[in-house]
């Protein structure tokens, strides 16, 4: 979040003149730097709520109620959407926002937190039933309640960068849980073969697809070609130390969305080899950390709410990284906790306050030679024979 203010800082007067400039807004120079400040605070406050103030007894005990009112808020936004409401607000054709005054908040993202304190219930409940795999028990509700999501999603709202997070966080948790191999499988091809049919029958997306094609044969640059190639360029040029804060060519309006998809390359541009690389080893460092706290969870449950919330992070962290070097096609997707914008940073926030909490609460195997006077200075998050009560 540090790194992401030092960014937002440098680049947001300029990428105000280019709003200004193009759009005839009013922002002033400090407004994206203010605003990024505003969410960095409240993702604070959320994190430090799910770690500290929320037990998560009690957000197990709402997981139906909470994805009920999350995919409502998304039909809403879909209705509000349809009718030309001003409380939705659209960009590039897509209405991805509630428009709130000032504030806009975005449903998807509550929607991502929903599925995957639900599905952690929902999967550890079928577990202990002994009905992982059964069509009507397991598969028939699962099917309904990933189906609805997604829709909602990359149909109603045109969002295909947050439907590979979901569609990461849903087939993480099923391989934790114990599903049959076949039906995994099985269920995982059905699912890739619906996205790339989602993906051929989308215009903007296919375009998006030659795009990345065009870049990697080394075709003429073009219209479609212009993202991929400014934000490689971007990262070269910043070479192994980089050109330093405030000295971003790319964000005084070549690189669209410099400081929301983009940041990873602007980042590049700014730190060099070095800052992108001390980046991922952050990322990486936080990703296995969270595979540590699932591998001595005891309880199944949190154990799936941990891997859920690792998928959630890894796809966004992995993807974004790989649209921004030419890896894969352009895909609209945030990079956690560094781009810029509120709904996506709070509840990413509040679901890593969760594992943190979570990680109070794990256990160990003691060598029985071990001296326990040993272990007087390791801190309550590991223990020896029993399990702390939430």
């Given at each position: 979040m540090a790194a992401g203010l030092i960014v937002i800082y440098a680049i947001g007067p300029m990428r105000a003149n280019v709003l200004n400039s193009t759009y005839g807004t009013d922002y002033g120079?400090?407004?994206f730097f203010f605003g990024q400040l505003r969410s960095v605070i409240l993702s604070l406050v959320a994190f430090f709520a799910a770690f500290k103030l929320i037990p998560y007894k009690y957000v197990k005990r709402f997981a139906k109620p909470i994805l009920i009112v999350s995919l409502l808020l998304s039909v809403l936004l879909w209705i509000l959407a349809n009718t030309g409401s001003s409380l939705a607000k659209c960009e590039l054709g897509e209405c991805r926002w509630f428009n709130l005054g000032g504030f806009?908040?975005?449903?998807?993202?509550?929607?991502k937190i929903a599925l995957v304190i639900y599905l952690?219930?929902?999967?550890?409940?079928?577990?202990?039933?002994?009905?992982?795999?059964?069509?009507?028990?397991?598969?028939?509700?699962?099917?309904?309640?990933?189906?609805?999501?997604?829709?909602?999603?990359?149909?109603?709202?045109?969002?295909l960068g947050t439907g590979v997070a979901i569609i990461s966080i849903i087939f993480g948790m099923l391989l934790i849980a114990g599903v049959p191999a076949k039906q995994y499988l099985l269920m995982l091809a059905i699912v890739l073969a619906v996205a790339v049919g989602s993906v051929a029958t989308s215009s903007h997306?296919?375009?998006?697809?030659?795009?990345?094609?065009?870049?990697?044969?080394?075709?003429?640059?073009?219209?479609?070609?212009?993202?991929?190639?400014?934000?490689?360029?971007?990262?070269?040029?910043?070479?192994?130390?980089?050109?330093?804060?405030?000295?971003?060519?790319?964000?005084?309006?070549?690189?669209p969305e410099s400081i929301n998809d983009s940041v990873f390359a602007i980042m590049g541009e700014t730190f060099g080899f070095l800052g992108l690389f001390a980046i991922i080893a952050v990322f990486g460092a936080m990703l296995l950390r969270m595979l540590k706290v699932a591998d001595h969870t005891t309880a199944q449950d949190e154990r799936l709410l941990v891997v859920g919330v690792f998928a959630w992070t890894l796809a966004q962290v992995v993807v974004n990284i790989m649209a921004m070097t030419g890896l894969v096609p352009v895909t609209g997707i945030t990079l956690p906790l560094l781009s810029?914008?509120?709904?996506?940073?709070?509840?990413?926030?509040?679901?890593?306050?969760?594992?943190?909490?979570?990680?109070?609460?794990?256990?160990?195997?003691?060598?029985?030679?071990?001296?326990?006077?040993?272990r007087r200075g390791i801190r309550g998050t590991h223990h020896s024979s029993r399990r702390r009560s939430a």
């Open positions: 120079s400090n407004d806009s908040f975005q449903p998807a993202e509550a929607l952690a219930d929902f999967l550890a409940r079928k577990k202990e039933e002994n009905v992982i795999g059964k069509w009507k028990e397991f598969w028939l509700p699962l099917l309904i309640v990933c189906g609805i999501s997604l829709f909602l999603v990359v149909i109603a709202q045109g969002d997306r296919m375009e998006r697809v030659y795009a990345w094609l065009d870049t990697l044969s080394g075709a003429a640059s073009s219209d479609s070609t212009y993202h991929i190639e400014n934000a490689m360029l971007a990262i070269g040029t910043g070479g192994f130390f980089g050109v330093g804060v405030g000295n971003s060519v790319q964000a005084t309006g070549y690189l810029y914008g509120g709904t996506s940073m709070i509840f990413i926030a509040f679901a890593i306050g969760l594992v943190l909490q979570l990680s109070c609460y794990t256990s160990r195997e003691v060598n029985k030679n071990e001296d326990i006077s040993s």
